[in-house]
T-cell receptor, first 118, second 115 residues
Framework: EAQVTQNPRYLITVTGKKLTVTCSQNMNHEYMSWYRQDPGLGLRQIYYSMNVEVTDKGDVPEGYKVSRKEKRNFPLILESPSPNQTSLYFC?????????????????FGEGSRLTVL | AQTVTQSQPEMSVQEAETVTLSCTYDTSESDYYLFWYKQPPSRQMILVIRQEAYKQQNATENRFSVNFQKAAKSFSLKISDSQLGDAAMYFCAYRTNFGNEKLTFGTGTRLTIIP
């Protein structure tokens, strides 16, 4: 089954304790991205990657790191979490890149990871 | 930068009736995608419908259809014959066709279905 898998789905942690949210897709997609969802703000992009070893900042990158060593994986790292990073996080992937094979333009989302930082 | 505006934080509709959710966006690009995503209580993001900007014909998916007005930068979602399972948060989103192909989301409209 084609899917984007995130782990953990739920996590409660404390300020300053490093954590990693994993994301893996089995669709051989080039493009992957992380979003956070907050009430009244919709979803906002944190980081994105257009291919292996190519990553860049989105709209709200402060306090986060990412890496893309393999095509299928795109972990989100919080080196020193703070309470303002309490949020719902989504990983997403797409087979479509600029100038490439046009398809639907659709992003495929993981099921979300609810993170609480105390 | 692109922006997406959903001016209706909450909407409600009687079961079996029709409801329209509004969305406007701002962009200087001519080539892009527009989407409506549904987020039920499970929190999963589910694609409802998509529209390519170069297509003049409005997209339709079963009971869901859009009214795409490119010049007015408007992209409303019409849900016909509303069902209890349609209750969810609905997000309008814009995706550029250049560079960082991120989705820019609106703030969402919470739809309640009244039995």
């Amino acid at each position: 089954e084609a899917q984007v898998t995130q782990n953990p789905r739920y996590l409660i942690t404390v300020t300053g304790k490093k954590l990693t949210v994993t994301c893996s897709q089995n669709m051989n997609h080039e493009y992957m991205s992380w979003y956070r969802q907050d009430p009244g703000l919709g979803l906002r992009q944190i980081y994105y990657s257009m291919n292996v070893e190519v990553t860049d900042k989105g709209d709200v990158p402060e306090g986060y790191k990412v890496s893309r060593k393999e095509k299928r994986n795109f972990p989100l790292i919080l080196e020193s979490p703070s309470p303002n990073q309490t949020s719902l996080y989504f990983c997403a992937s797409s087979p479509w890149t600029s100038g490439g094979d046009p398809n639907t333009g659709e992003l495929f989302f993981g099921e979300g990871s609810r993170l609480t930082v105390l | 930068a692109q922006t997406v505006t959903q001016s209706q934080p909450e909407m409600s509709v009687q079961e079996a009736e029709t409801v329209t959710l509004s969305c406007t966006y701002d962009t200087s690009e001519s080539d892009y995608y527009l989407f409506w995503y549904k987020q039920p209580p499970s929190r999963q993001m589910i694609l409802v419908i998509r529209q390519e900007a170069y297509k003049q014909q409005n997209a339709t998916e079963n009971r869901f259809s859009v009214n795409f007005q490119k010049a007015a930068k408007s992209f409303s979602l019409k849900i016909s014959d509303s069902q209890l399972g349609d209750a969810a948060m609905y997000f309008c989103a814009y995706r550029t066709n250049f560079g960082n192909e991120k989705l820019t989301f609106g703030t969402g409209t919470r739809l309640t279905i009244i039995p």
